[in-house]
């Protein structure tokens, strides 16, 4: 039986299929923007073609469909979601826009406020009120939700979001409203706070729930759509989603819980990451993956991906726990421009892919990263992308030779200079992301992944005194290996607030248990393989604002109060996070959590490559490196296991180029991927 | 310095952007390890590098308030201990009338060293949740002098070659009202200027000594010239504005803050020696804050993204009078200066240049307003002190369109979380029946100014309770500018059963709070840019629409 992976990005589709012995078939199409599902199931006829089988028999020996998509991502970023209404409490509509009092970029007072995603003549006050104890103030008010759901019916809304204070505390007016919206606005796409996030904190709670159904009527109508064509073409086994928080999810899920497939497409990346670090065996790895416009990392460590659940996508909070990936304003297409003061920027202004840099040809005239690589020499003006297409050097050179004019300096010293800004960007901003998150970048490995990666990710590396850098032969093959590689994930969350030193031990376990019934159900009504559940909790010092995650996994629950377990994982996680416990100070409990890990049957290993015997180059490049030189350049599609290559030296492909800077060495591994030492100062 | 000429512009601008990474660097060590909420969570810190002299050379987005005020301070750290600066020693600063600007705001400073000579101070300034004196958080309304606001670090050395003074410790924590939080968020500042230090070695390391100056002088220089490249584009003159505090606590009342300012060719010269005579409460600058208001006022108007160094302020000359409310001379109280009267520093100096640069120029942001309720939860019997950052007022409106609503200060400018209703309620024995943003109180222009909020909330108490507050701004709103109106002030009342509704000052200490008494809190609307008369149909009908004005011309000119 085959496994299909299927990851549509903006421009193109990639597939791979991958049969009983590992053996991997790729396909890659152009994306069909306006329905991808059609761009898949052309993927999908291209993979039977090199298969040479009929597409409805690979359908029918295949026994699994992992899809990352980017349609809620792009409704968001594109503004083109629902038409949605929003019923809040009565004198309360104005906490999505009100954003906390939080404003970005500090010093920029001409700017006007950003829309909200819902207006606030389409926010509409409900009569009730529950207290923080979960008591009823004010019952709801019947004839005031028929005025509210009225002028969302004049309004023609596509969607409504209800989102009460309290109701994580109990679900009962917003269910109430849910039933009358079912039947004042059928076919409306309702969402509700206590079932999407059910966690305090108003403003994250109503943020994540207008994104929700903001994407969710796309994101379900393609969603629908995509399991019925292929269901017509002859497919019968599950369709899975890849969701933000790096794990898959069913079809019907992920299109209720729309919110959580916003960063379905890096999720891909992360998921091929974690799968590199257990093929090479080792646990701490800051994936690096280069675009045009921008640079997407995040951190592995021992082996996993972080969760963060302060997420922005597109301007929108939401808080649903998502890959904690992190993107850096600067890719290929980022453009070099020099400020009044005469100091040389590099991006966050990018050409993208359209116009492109000036060496595309495509109407573009700026100094891009990708225009300082090709006068550099580390790019092949005839065989970028395997002479795929064709680069203009000549253009390059006059879009440098503009940006040298204001420097005052030659064209080759604005290139050179072009190169050092964006890679000096990169490593600080990898080092913020770093610091931020406790961890000391020096004791990771890079993985490049992108095209662009390769001519910057070993200067990356030096700069943050980096030593190993490991370069995949074909990323968009580890994105696909590693989605089907990842388990079944779905999480339930409940605020139980107090400090924790006056709970109900007893009520705390109670609440676990049915979480984690809650989360078991969910998972068993598609998934009937082997399981584990995870539990944990949110919890943070009295005067603190913001929680930490902590894990539950050794907990003994047969303890008849748990809680001094807890408290002590707390403390002990808050020391390892921040360097400090405050042990006399109250622990607050503030969300208890369950995760019903659906565990899918491993993949067979990718096969390795034979020994092909001592690496030849297959030419020679002049490039820049302080000065002019020769160095050699080998086709990273003919090394060999085993083997060496030294610095400095160009390994290139149809995917990507590597620059080996002198002194580096790559090691090939057996799978045919450069494993680079950098030499850096000892960590001390 | 003619030794700029040899470093070439690439390593210029490598070293620039590795300067501003530093800074930043520093404030993300801060956060994760210091402990108030006040710090981790509101961020009322900044980082900064300045030279042995005390120019500023790089500084991190964090307060805008504090942009232009490490200069003072570095440089009475280096007066006090020169000759006597060692590797491993650490000092400290919060008085000021020695070069800092209120007494919550304590800094700390590492010297870093080429060789043996100190040559840079790596600095962390940290608002304090408490610094001693006689109430709680430092807002004392009451203070008539500045040793009722808490207590004077003259320059101290607190580590001695790498070795704590335990004494000099001892003594700073037992004066303060929470001594762990106090030293742990004191051990998180200093470890955050070792980060600048040890990265600015490694700098130093990677492009050498003389390099690093001569390229730290050219970014410098570059600053300076982007600042006067804008300055360079408004009209040359003579221009006079002025900001006015609606008092002082203790019988002061309408004090101006007065600026003329003369702006010719690229430079400027901000005269506030016409402000008034310096005051009894706590809305008086020290000096460092003025100069730091304004700093912030030019940054507001130049390109936000120009870096914030010596070279920025540069083509700035400031004349002040000491004795002034801008500058009160030593013993005043000035714990409120960071907010008011920083703030109508700022206002004075805008609305002078805003003929001058009118697309630049912004009307008012709201002004600060806190009420702090001490007093018992009966639900637990404990004692709870709850601090207002809800009701944020308005921001101000620009060229490039309507100011935001319920965004907060001119001094912060949306820097400042609010907590969740919804924690506050478990919390605190508090009931919030509405918070939504007030409609016609954004001053009315070409442009609009953003809604401030309305906040009704009951204290659910079983004993009284107390009430402080510290703010500005009930009787003169933040300012339209360019025939822009001014916003609605704030309006803060109390209600209890069997009394008259009571208006709540900004600077009161100890207002008695019954059991079910409930406040009505409306904040100030941002003003407005330009005349109304050019506001378009389609915004009026949208505001109308969104419920941010009441109805076509419901309000009249002026509030």
Redesign the interface.
Known sequence: MYRIGIDVGGTFTDLVAVDPTGRATLAKTASTPRDPSEGVLDGLARLADTLRLPLSQLLAETERIVHGTTVATNALLEQKGAKVGLLTTE?????L??R??????????????PEPLV???RRLGVRERL??DGRV?TPLDEASLRNAIAALKRAEVEAVAVCY??AYRDPRHERATAEMLARELPGAYVSLSSDVFPQ?????RVSTLVVNAYVGPALSRYLHRLAGRLAEAGYRGPVLIIQSHGGVAPVAEAARLAAGGCLSGPAGGVAGSRYAAKLLGTGNLIPFDMGGTSTDICLIVEGEASLAVDRKVGGHRVALNSLDIVSLGAGGGSIGRV???????VGPESAGADPGPACYRKGGTAPTVTDANLVLGYLDARHFLGGRSLLDTAAAEAALDRLAAT???TRI??A??VH??VN??MA?GI??VS??R?VDPRRFALLSFGGAAGLHVTDVARQLDLGRVIVPRVAAVLSAWGMLATDLRFEVARTH??DAGRLDGAATKRLFEELEADAVARLRASFDGPLRVLRSVDMRYG????EINVALDDVDWSAADPLPQIVERFHRRHEE????A?RDQEAVLVNARAVAVGVLPDLPQEPTLEDRGRIAPVGERRIYLGDWQSVPVYDFDRVSPGHAIAGPAIVESAMTTVLLRPHDKARITPHGWLDIAVPVRAVD | MARNSFV???T???I???LL?IV??MG??M???S???IL??SRDFSTGICDLDGRLIAQA??V?IHVGALPWAARSVRDFFKGDIHPGDVFLLNDPYNGGNHLPDLTAFVPVFDGAKPVYWSINRAHQSDIGGATHGAYNAGATEIWQEGIRITPLRLYEKGALRRDVMEMIATNVRHP?DFR?DLAAMIGSARVGERRLLALAGEFGWETTYAAIE??L??????TR??IAQWKDGVYKGQGILDDDGHGYKDIAIRATVTKRGSELTIDLSDSHEQVIGFVNSSYPNMRSAVAVAL??LI????P?NDGTFRPVEVIAKEGTVVWARPGAPVTLCTNHCAQEIIEAIITALAPACPD?A?AG?GRRFRIAIQGKDPRTNRVFIWHM?QA?PG??A???????????EWQA???????????T??RFPL???????RPDSGGEGRFRG?PG?EL?FAVEIAEPALGNTAGDGVRHGACGILGGSDGLPHRYTLHSEGRPPREIKTKEVGIPIRSGDVFMVESGGGGGWGDPKLRSAEAHARDV????VSAPSARKAGG
């Open positions: 004198g309360h509509r104005d906490v826009e009100m906390e009092g939080l404003k970005d970029d500090r010093y920029n007072l001409r700017v006007p406020p207006p606030r003549q207290r923080a103030e204070l309290h305090i904190k108003e403003f994250e400020d009044a003061g005469g100091i040389l920027h420097l005052g300096v010293s604005a050179e200079g050092r800004v000096t960007n600080e080092r913020v610091v931020r406790g607030i107090g005067e603190q604002i913001f996070l921040y360097t400090y405050m | 070439d512009p690439i210029v601008s490598v620039q952007h590795r990474a930043e660097e993300e060590a956060l994760r390890t402990y108030s909420q981790n969570s987005e964090h805008p762990r742990g050219a970014v220089d570059s600053a300076e010239r982007q490249a804008v940054a507001y390109d936000p993204h120009t914030k630049r912004m942001w950052f944020r921001g101000g620009s060229s490039a369109g309507d100011g935001w609503p319920g965004i907060g400018a949306g820097g400042i979380k609010f907590g969740s209703l919804e924690v309620e478990v009931f919030f029946r509405r918070h939504e943003f953003g909020c009704e629409e969104l419920g941010f």
